[in-house]
């Protein structure tokens, strides 16, 4: 269930814990098994990340349904994260959420017909001063405009 | 401006060894390791610089380091708070890209003051790029034989992990963070017992915010009190403010605690071409906002902004000019409450709730004439409540907005449509 590449990369997170404190990985380790399984979580995988970190299987239901970055159904190959907090929302974040939905012909929270992208409105990520933004994968794209954001999906394959 | 934390903004390689060391870095931390420089001498100069926690409660840094048990036997740990997620804040980003290493030496230190050999530096999950500088600044710091057991023959040991989270603003809490570290929900301690004598997996720990521990290699390498005559009077040194909003040009400035709003708001490059100033949001979401007229008379220090009625909380100054409608502004914020209220105590996961169910309620025209009050005794309910600050935090808000632009609310719920032109 989980490949091997998957559990070198969730032993180097085991090591940075005390013995016996592997669960502290467990964070990590969901979210590793999420990106090799194209995004999102299933009960079978979140089963074997308890087996694999010797944890009550319920343990790691919690986690998994607490934090936002674990998704349950299927998501487009690329998740775009737009941010509409505040400061966000000061600068025209809304107006762009709608120009991408249009474009995309998809509502927030949906996937694309060809499954290529989905959109989520999320809470601040930190980089406020660069408002309006969104994260694609591990990135950001800050101070957004209609103009980047057609240059950002059309990089998106 | 940007002298401590993020005074290698400007350079090439910012994140890099090379580049820290020439601007003085690691050098407190080798005297430590040639024993030059004792615990209560650190804990000395840091009172002196009255640096207090840069993560919003503002508690002094070294009064806390001294709390901890020192001498007692067993692990002992020093956490840092990299979760930055209040709305508004983003200057912890920036020392994690380009200055990682003061986070590390600051850390070390902290270490060695409170003879704690393992630290974790919890950051936000979706701060990737912040984690890899952070994560090459290790390597470097290792390599150097900077970090590790029996540090250049010392005797001191100090090992430093980075930890990455998951979505959830509440980690930022600190005994919510010290839960996700270990695995499980992110969800807040009863306190007592105190992290510094039960934190993390049960032992005495010490949390500070990641512009804490940077700012401390600078303090004592050039001394306390000249980081407290930077500031003002119980407002120690310089602190890293974020300016967002309806300014011409946003971003993260460090400067003197004292420094006037209005000098600030230039600095941001001012409000935009024939625009007006509405309100300011000083210290990040969970604060009061202040309307114009009292802003641009505060200066930016923690007592001026309390006498301006809000707090200085994480330096995240969130400036509204007249095209903002604060109705609009204050549900976002309330939905945002709602979203990560961690559900344990029932005043706070009813009333985000409630806040923000009548909110929208009056956004889509369907507000009632006592909803203003009720959602005035809502927050007032939820004030000093709860096990943790954040009920607080979506409370004050509420009732700053309400009381200082109450007429863009009656407006709203009598003419179901907002009373700002921009806004329809
Ligand atoms: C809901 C909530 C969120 C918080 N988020 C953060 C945060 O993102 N970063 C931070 O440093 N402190 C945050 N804090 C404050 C921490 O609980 C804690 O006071 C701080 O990390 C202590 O470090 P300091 O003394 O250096 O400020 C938060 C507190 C609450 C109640
Ligand atoms: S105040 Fe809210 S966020 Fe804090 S512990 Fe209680 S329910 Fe959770
Ligand atoms: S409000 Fe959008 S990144 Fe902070």
Redesign the pocket.
């Known amino acids: 269930m989980i490949s091997d590449q998957a559990k070198k990369e969730i032993d180097i997170w085991v090591a940075k814990y005390p013995e016996g404190r592997q669960s502290s990985a467990v964070m990590q380790a969901l979210t590793i098994v999420q990106k090799e399984n194209g995004g999102s979580l299933t009960n079978e995988l979140k089963q074997a990340v308890a087996d694999y970190l010797e944890m009550p299987t319920i343990s790691v239901e919690e986690v998994a349904t607490f934090y936002e970055n674990y998704n349950h159904k299927p998501v487009g190959k690329h998740v775009i994260r737009f941010c509409h907090n505040i400061s966000c929302m000061l600068n025209g974040s809304d107006e762009l959420i709608s120009y991408l939905e249009e474009k995309l012909d998809v509502k927030t929270g949906e996937i694309s017909k060809d499954r290529l992208v989905s959109v989520k409105r999320v809470e601040c990520l930190g980089a406020c001063v660069g408002a309006p933004m969104c994260q694609i994968g591990d990135q950001y794209y800050e101070n957004l405009t209609k103009k980047r954001i057609d240059e950002i999906l059309d990089g998106l394959k | 401006m940007n002298n401590i934390c993020l005074k290698s903004i400007d350079k090439d390689n910012p994140s890099s060894l090379a580049t820290y060391e020439t601007m003085g870095g690691y050098k407190v931390w080798r005297k430590i390791l040639n024993g030059e420089l004792s615990p209560e001498k650190i804990l000395e100069e840091l009172k002196i610089a009255g640096l ?8 002094p ?1 070294g009064l ?1 380091w001294s709390f901890m048990p020192r001498n007692q036997e067993g692990q002992k740990y020093v956490v840092c ?6 709305p508004g ?1 983003c200057h ?1 980003r920036d020392i994690l890209r380009f200055n990682p290493h003061s986070v590390i030496e600051g850390m070390a230190i902290a270490g060695y003051v409170m003879n704690a050999t393992v630290g974790y530096n919890y950051i ?1 999950g979706e701060f990737m790029e912040p984690y890899y500088r952070c994560e090459e600044a290790l390597k470097e710091a290792y390599d150097a034989g900077l970090l590790g057991t029996n540090i250049k023959g010392s005797k001191v040991c100090f090992d430093l992990y980075s930890h990455l989270g998951a979505g959830a ?2 980690c ?6 010290l839960e996700s570290l270990e695995g499980k929900k992110g969800q ?1 301690r009863f306190k007592p017992p105190f992290p510094a004598n039960v934190g993390l997996y049960g032992k005495p720990t010490t ?7 940077a700012s401390v290699p600078e303090i004592l390498s050039r001394g306390g009190q000249w980081f407290a005559d930077l500031g003002v009077p119980n407002s120690g040194g310089t602190k890293c403010f974020s300016v967002t909003g309806n300014v011409k040009n946003p971003s993260n400035f460090e400067i003197p605690m004292g420094t006037p709003f209005s000098d600030l708001l230039k600095l941001a490059g001012g409000l935009r071409k024939g625009r007006t100033l509405k309100g300011v949001i000083p210290g990040g979401s ?1 604060t009061p906002v202040i309307p114009a007229a009292k802003a641009m008379k505060m200066t930016m220090d923690y007592d001026s902004i309390e006498k301006a009625g809000s707090m200085l909380g ?1 330096g995240s100054v969130i400036v509204m000019d007249d095209t903002t409608c604060m109705v609009k502004a204050l549900t976002r914020l309330a939905h945002f409450y709602y979203d ?1 209220s961690c559900g344990q105590c029932t005043p706070c996961r009813e009333g985000t709730g409630w806040m923000y169910r009548v909110l929208k309620r009056i956004m889509d025209g369907q507000g009632k004439s006592e909803d203003l009050e009720l959602l005035l005794s809502v927050q007032d309910k939820m004030l000093g409540n709860t096990i ?3 009920a607080d ?1 979506a409370a004050m808000p509420v009732e700053s907005f309400i009381r200082h632009f109450r007429e863009e609310f009656e407006y709203y719920i009598k003419h179901g449509k907002s009373m700002v032109e921009n806004d329809g």
């Open positions: 207090r926690g840069r993560g919003g409660a503002g508690f840094t806390k708070n990299s979760d930055e997620g209040e804040t912890d936000r603003y509440i930022g809490e600190e005994t919510a963070l807040p949390i500070n915010n990641t512009e804490s521990f969970s994480a990560e943790c600050a954040l935090g």
